[in-house]
């Protein structure tokens, strides 16, 4: 009997602590790297054609109809970063049939927004007529933009 | 056989375009792409291309990453040609 009350006694701190035992800690949340984004990619957010520009390359007369003698303005607004080839087509449009006015690439580091101008003079006049430009960015096998116009 | 709408010969002529570019970007560069054809001198496209053969140091200024040699140009290289 002796044994027996020896060997509770031993028992009960061993119980005793694991009943005290704290209960384990919830696991860590899952490391989280700090948010990173990637620089987004040089994109074109606008076409905006015109008659006339401002120091900051912007279309300071907007227009759709130009002149004979108009030099045509297009201002190109880019979003993003990084390395960008944008290339202005310039094709006049008669019916089915279409002819190349001119082609202008721009290749530009961009480090933010930026806007960006093309544009086209005929000294001779412009024959009147229905054009359009096409925008496309970096070698692109179609337009990011079109815009159609007239001159009349 | 090629009906009348398949004729070009009617279509505006485009010859005297003169285009440009420019951008807020710094060091941003503007350039025509022009593939060169057979009898081509780069004086001769500086003369077409910029008014003035004596400008031909600017094409092949810009053209160093694939032209070493100013009078060894061959028909089917694309050309930058410098624009303002």
């Given at each position: 009997?002796?044994k027996?009350?020896?060997g509770?006694?031993?028992?009960?701190?061993?119980?005793?602590?694991?009943?005290?035992?704290?209960?384990?800690?919830?696991?860590p949340?899952?490391?989280?790297?700090?948010?990173?984004?990637?620089?987004?990619?040089?994109?074109?957010?606008?076409?905006?054609?015109?008659?006339?520009?401002?120091?900051?390359?912007?279309?300071?007369?907007?227009?759709?109809?130009?002149?004979?003698?108009?030099?045509?303005?297009a201002?190109?607004?880019?979003?993003?970063?990084?390395?960008?080839?944008?290339?202005?087509?310039?094709?006049?449009?008669?019916?089915?049939?279409?002819?190349?006015?001119?082609?202008?690439?721009?290749?530009?580091?961009?480090?933010?927004?930026?806007?960006?101008?093309?544009?086209?003079?005929?000294?001779?006049?412009?024959?009147k007529?229905?054009?359009?430009?096409?925008?496309?960015?970096?070698?692109?096998?179609?337009?990011?933009?079109?815009?159609?116009?007239?001159?009349? | 056989?090629?009906?009348p709408?398949?004729?070009?010969?009617?279509?505006?002529?485009?010859?005297?375009?003169?285009?440009?570019?420019?951008?807020?970007?710094?060091?941003?560069?503007?350039?025509?792409?022009?593939?060169?054809?057979?009898?081509?001198?780069?004086?001769?496209?500086?003369?077409?291309?910029?008014?003035?053969?004596?400008?031909?140091?600017?094409?092949?200024?810009?053209?160093?990453?694939?032209?070493?040699?100013?009078?060894?140009?061959?028909?089917?290289?694309?050309?930058?040609?410098?624009?303002?």
């Amino acid at each position: 009997m002796k044994k027996l009350a020896a060997g509770l006694l031993l028992l009960v701190p061993i119980a005793g602590a694991a009943c005290s035992k704290k209960e384990a800690p919830p696991p860590p949340p899952p490391i989280t790297e700090p948010a990173t984004t990637l620089p987004a990619p040089a994109s074109v957010t606008g076409v905006t054609l015109g008659k006339a520009i401002g120091a900051d390359k912007r279309v300071t007369e907007p227009a759709d109809a130009f002149g004979a003698k108009d030099t045509i303005y297009a201002s190109v607004d880019t979003a993003g970063t990084g390395h960008a080839k944008l290339r202005a087509v310039w094709t006049f449009v008669r019916g089915e049939k279409t002819a190349k006015v001119d082609e202008t690439t721009l290749e530009l580091d961009a480090t933010g927004p930026a806007t960006n101008e093309f544009h086209i003079a005929k000294p001779s006049g412009w024959p009147k007529g229905d054009y359009r430009l096409d925008v496309f960015l970096n070698d692109g096998p179609t337009p990011v933009m079109t815009k159609a116009f007239k001159v009349g | 056989m090629t009906s009348p709408e398949d004729d070009d010969d009617d279509m505006p002529d485009f010859s005297d375009v003169k285009s440009g570019a420019s951008s807020t970007a710094p060091g941003a560069q503007a350039y025509e792409t022009y593939e060169v054809q057979k009898g081509d001198s780069l004086s001769k496209i500086a003369k077409t291309k910029l008014g003035n053969g004596n400008l031909w140091q600017k094409i092949f200024d810009a053209n160093t990453d694939i032209l070493k040699d100013p009078n060894k140009i061959y028909p089917g290289q694309k050309l930058k040609i410098p624009r303002s």
